[in-house]
């Protein structure tokens, strides 16, 4: 349902869609039985004339049940949610898989910078690709990210990988994703980080792998690659 | 109004006088506070142990002598109490006099220490452990400022034998700064 | 303790004596009941301060760019200080006056059976430094640089440093009238809690005692457990901001998860804070007009201690992605969704008191049961949340924004609402209209309901928030997600149109409603055993208490309550 209205492009974002589609169906479940329960007994005991309600203090045990069952059932389905949530999260978060390729990501007031491995696939040489709120990566590899921000707090989302990560300053932040389909999506800031957050958006370009290549070669040839990186660092 | 206090005031279904109850929640709200302040400094601390090196420039020697004056009015503290329960209304005062110049003492103390040390460059800005030298200190210090404002006013009272049981309660407010600083002393003066 | 004991020399009498100057009364008083008045109306007019600041960014968003009617061009800054303020305001200063001092100044004294706060005057300096910070954050707004715009979370280094937000003065501001705000309710709280333990009527045994003023007294306590942390963070970042110590600043060795650590170490317990007593006053309301005993005290009362406990363990489901250790996120993914359990047990509670009762629809009675409705879906709607992996995806989104307004708004208003019109008749003497009433509550029932509903696919949409306008990502911009916004705003504006009905019914009844008797919907709680209102002193005769609260619809009795203070 969620991709309806999001696609899902990287590799975990079905399993989180998956995750929050079965919360939803033991929460949703559990609320419209409560709901429906509340609503019944509105209907069942309003005053009518010449009744009088019932004297019940709780302790009756023949009523108690109708309270003590569920709840009991609610804790074994908060273990049945704890499971499914704690799974997702250690293959999204906590389980780094090998890394193909690394990049780093650099937030500031108010724009994003990507560092793309140049040629030689290795971050840190004098053929990386820096560039200003565009991230160039290809389907199908495995990516590892190095975040860092220069000055405040700043969050690296992307609604079509499920991903999300604060950026902050003096620590370097390593995460994983893998692009799965090919396409332009959006990258937005999703921490509160001055008058510009609203507008400190990104674009991520997922790319074939002979577009992708032909991406490196471009910037990688010409002298673009050395300026914008130099721009960067100023 | 006839009464100075309510009948809420003077009923007392828990059999703790109000004052005194309201006191000891007053004290647990400030524990809180100082909690706040240890449990971050103790954060950095554990984490930082070159905060050790700036550690080292207190002065040992101003606090310890502190520490000694603050238990020292205490225990005027305790002794105004006794005469409060004595109902020795100007006795309880004149102890009461003394535990505030235990407080005007451990400030001057502390007001010679921290010129010397601002004047050797260890301001509040100069590093972390400074900062919280001075923040978890000077938080302590306004509360002993408070308490010997108190003070000053409950044995005015007492002075005239009045409302004798706020001898004891100023006197649980002053061993509570005084145990803040118990705990504050180790930890900016001797863990080094 | 005889009664004779309690007050020596009859000097009781005196209260009722004299009336008061208008002076007395609203200025300067001392009387419980008129400093909750002052909270009330304070409150209020909080409300639709913060009420407008929504509508004007709401309006934002709905039309970017455009002109909105009374407040002119919206700019980045002015959007993100209107949220922030926003925030900060319906929490701090409607929420927390209204349901804690309001409700408290108000019912505590009347329902133990006290003549006043066992600190009047202490109880005036509360309302007197809490209006001082009323007017320190609106003033905030109007300062040279505009208001703070870091978001009511107010996380360093953004907010510690100038230079970063921009708004030297503001943040400033906002971070004194907060920090004011706390030690006006850390006095109150105290004299809450010393007024219920201490001056409870004779024969007022704890478990007799009205879940309204327990609900307020465990309140007070977790705000007072939860709040000391952050007075020492509020320090230390009022020195970050003011004279450049670097306690969240990592360019110079701070850390600024700290802050979020404290931040949420009393943001957590606070949402309870707010929660309980409006849990409280439900559970006066559907017991009166169920005519039936509340359903398992006792459990009630566990329930709400328990969620108390737990609170204060849930903390970092607000900083999953924050950067914390990943491994951290699994502890506290078990906690939050352990917070259900006692939650959900007092919701099972309050509807199984339905259960064999005979249920008047009055207008009081529809709102404790309209937020019982409301509740239940921001309540499920938390558990994806604390699911952390789910979280990846919802933290910072719409689905955020969603959740906490179902929850906040039945408890700030809804609540508020049902608490207003079930004691109206004994805060003004008269009672209010119905039909008016109703009208109020099925256009705010439903506006509400078409105002965040759509926020909830928003979210799923992968919306973030504090954005001020969504056209500027090619992803938000598209027309259909635009149109939800615009439906939204829309419902806005329903129910702002439809609170006008409730001021007109609420200022307009005080002066012509019909007389209120001392008792009009037959309840058996001690403030119904006054005149209304009751007169300074509440009591002519102080009462004893024989009974539990709730004692309805009792076998063998002619009338379907019994009045707690009513000899067996
Ligand atoms: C009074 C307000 C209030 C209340 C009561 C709650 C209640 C809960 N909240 Fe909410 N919350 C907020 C106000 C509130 N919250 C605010 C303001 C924020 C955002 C702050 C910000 O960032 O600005 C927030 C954010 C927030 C987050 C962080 C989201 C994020 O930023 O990423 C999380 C995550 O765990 C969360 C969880 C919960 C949970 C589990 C509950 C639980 O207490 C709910 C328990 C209730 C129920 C579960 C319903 C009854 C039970 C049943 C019907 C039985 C069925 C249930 C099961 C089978 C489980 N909340
Ligand atoms: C108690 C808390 C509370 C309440 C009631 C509300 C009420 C509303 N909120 Fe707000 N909101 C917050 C707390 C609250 N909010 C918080 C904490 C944030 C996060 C801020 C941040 O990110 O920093 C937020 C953020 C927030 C956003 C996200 C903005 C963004 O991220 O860009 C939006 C967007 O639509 C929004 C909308 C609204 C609307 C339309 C209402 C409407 O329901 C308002 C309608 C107003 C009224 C109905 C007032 C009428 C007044 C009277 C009737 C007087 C009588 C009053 C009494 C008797 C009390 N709020
Ligand atoms: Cu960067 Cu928000
Ligand atoms: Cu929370």
């Known amino acids: 349902m969620i991709e309806m209205l999001r696609p899902q492009v990287s590799s975990f974002a079905g399993e989180i869609d998956s995750l929050i589609v079965m919360v939803t169906l033991i929460v949703g479940f559990w609320y419209l039985l409560t709901k429906g329960m509340f609503l019944y007994l509105l209907m069942a005991f309003r005053a009518k004339p010449g009744q009088k309600a019932q004297y019940i203090t709780g302790k009756e045990k023949h009523l108690k049940k109708w309270v003590t069952i569920p709840h009991l059932v609610i804790i074994l389905c908060d273990v049945v949610l704890v499971a499914g949530a704690v799974r997702v999260w250690y293959n999204v978060k906590q389980f780094m898989p090998e890394a193909e390729q690394t990049i780093r990501i650099v937030g500031q007031q108010w724009a994003w910078t990507f560092v793309h491995p140049g040629p030689d696939g290795e971050l840190d040489t004098d053929d990386d690709i820096a560039m200003i709120d565009e991230l160039h990566v290809q389907a199908g590899v495995t990516y590892h990210f190095m975040l860092e921000s220069k000055d405040v707090l700043h969050d690296f989302s992307v609604p079509v990988f499920r991903l999300k990560q604060d950026a902050i300053p003096g620590r370097r932040i390593l995460g994983w994703f893998k692009p799965e389909v090919a396409g332009e999506f959006d990258i937005q800031c999703a921490e509160m980080c001055g008058i510009g957050h609203g507008i400190m958006g990104a674009k991520l370009y997922v790319e074939t792998p002979e577009q992708h290549a032909m991406w490196v070669n471009d910037n990688s040839l010409t002298e673009v690659a050395a300026a914008t990186q130099t721009e960067v660092q100023r | ?192 | 303790m005889s009664e004779a004991a309690v007050h020596p020399d009859g000097h009781e009498h005196d209260h009722h004596d004299h009336e008061m100057t208008f002076v007395e009364k609203w200025i300067f008083p001392l009387d419980h009941k008129y400093i909750g008045k002052q909270y009330l109306f304070t409150g209020m007019v909080m409300a639709l301060f913060g009420g407008f600041l929504a509508y004007a960014f709401r309006m934002q968003l709905a039309w970017p760019g455009t002109d909105i009617p009374l407040f002119g061009h919206m700019s980045p800054a002015e959007y993100n200080a209107a949220v922030t303020n926003h925030g900060t305001i319906m929490i701090f200063w409607v929420a927390m006056p209204v349901l804690i001092a309001a409700f408290g100044n108000f019912l505590i004294p009347l329902m133990v059976g006290a003549d006043d706060m066992v600190f009047p005057r202490l109880n005036r300096l509360s309302y007197q430094v809490f209006l001082l910070s009323a007017i320190v954050i609106v003033a905030s707004l109007f300062v040279p640089g505009g208001g703070f715009g870091g978001a009511w979370t107010a996380y360093p280094p953004l907010s510690a440093v100038a230079a970063y937000n921009l708004t030297p003065q503001g943040s400033t501001m906002w971070l004194l009238a907060v920090a004011l705000e706390f030690i006006a309710f850390l006095i109150g709280g105290i004299n809450f809690i010393t007024t219920a333990m201490n001056s409870r009527a004779p024969g007022m045994t704890w478990e007799k005692v009205p879940m309204v003023v327990w609900m307020i007294c465990i309140a007070s306590i977790l705000f007072m457990a939860s709040v000391g942390p952050l007075m020492a963070g509020a320090v230390m970042l009022l020195f970050d901001q003011t004279i450049g110590t670097g306690f969240f600043d990592p360019a110079r060795g701070g850390d600024p998860i700290l802050w979020q650590h404290l931040f949420w170490f009393f943001g957590h317990p606070e949402v309870y804070v707010v929660l309980l007593p409006a849990t409280g006053m439900v559970a006066e309301i559907v017991p009166t007009f169920a005519r039936k005993k509340l359903f398992g005290y006792k459990t009630v009362l566990f329930t709400a201690i328990g969620t108390g406990v737990l609170s204060f363990f849930v903390w970092a489901h607000h900083q999953f992605i924050a950067g914390i250790d990943p491994r951290m996120a699994n502890v506290f993914t078990i906690t939050t969704v352990l917070i259900s359990i006692p939650i959900a047990e007092m919701m099972f509670l309050y509807i199984a008191t339905l259960y064999g009762g005979s249920i008047r629809f009055t207008t009081p009675m529809l709102w404790a049961l309209g937020f019982i409705f409301a509740f239940l879906i921001g309540g499920v709607t938390g558990i994806p949340l604390g699911a952390s992996g789910a979280d990846i995806y919802f933290h910072d989104s719409y689905f955020v924004i969603a959740h906490f307004h179902f929850t906040f708004f039945p408890i700030a208003f809804i609540g508020t609402f049902a608490g207003l019109t079930y004691w109206y008749p004994k805060m003004f003497g008269r009672m209010m209209n119905e039909t008016l009433g109703k009208i109020h509550f099925w256009g705010t029932m439903i506006s509400f309901h078409c105002l965040f509903i759509p926020m909830f696919v928003l979210g799923l949409a992968g919306q973030h928030r504090r954005i001020y306008d969504f056209t500027n990502f090619p992803e938000l911009g598209v027309p259909f997600l635009q149109d939800i916004r615009v439906f939204c705003t829309s419902a806005l504006l329903v129910l702002l149109a439809f609170q006008f009905v409730f001021l007109y019914n609420f200022i307009v009844s005080m002066f012509r409603g019909e007389k209120a008797s001392e008792n009009p919907w037959n309840a058996n709680t001690l403030e119904w055993a006054t005149p209304s209102p009751p007169g300074h002193g509440n009591f002519k005769e102080f009462p004893n208490v024989y009974r539990g609260p709730y004692e309805y619809s009792v076998p063998d009795r002619e009338s379907d309550f019994w009045p707690q203070h009513h000899p067996a």
Not at chain 2, 29 to 44: D, N, P, Q, T
Not at chain 2, 55 to 84: K, Q, R
Request: hydrophobic share 50%; glycine share 8%; proline share 2%.
């Open chain 2, 1 to 192: 109004m006839a009464s100075q206090y309510t009948v809420a005031h003077q009923r007392s279904a828990t059999g703790i006088p109000t004052s005194k109850l309201a006191l000891w929640w007053l004290l647990c709200s400030e524990i809180v506070i100082f909690g706040g302040v240890l449990a971050s400094y103790l954060m950095f601390r554990l984490t930082h142990p070159e905060w050790s090196f700036d550690a080292s420039h207190t002065n040992t020697m101003a606090g310890s002598i502190n520490t000694f004056v603050l238990l020292t009015s205490s225990l005027f503290a305790v002794l105004a109490h006794h005469a409060a329960e004595m109902k020795d209304g100007p006795k309880a005062a004149r102890y009461l006099m003394m535990t505030f110049g235990g407080g005007l003492l451990f400030l001057i103390i502390k007001g010679f220490e921290w010129s010397f040390e601002i004047s050797h460059g260890y301001t509040i800005t100069a590093s972390r452990f400074w900062s919280f030298y001075y923040t978890a200190a000077g938080i302590h210090a306004s509360h002993v400022i408070a308490g010997m404002i108190i003070m000053l006013w409950v044995a005015n009272t007492a002075r005239k034998g009045k409302d004798l049981h706020r001898v004891e309660n100023v006197g649980l407010y002053w061993h509570f700064v005084d145990l803040v600083w118990i705990f504050l002393f180790p930890l900016l003066y001797i863990a080094k």
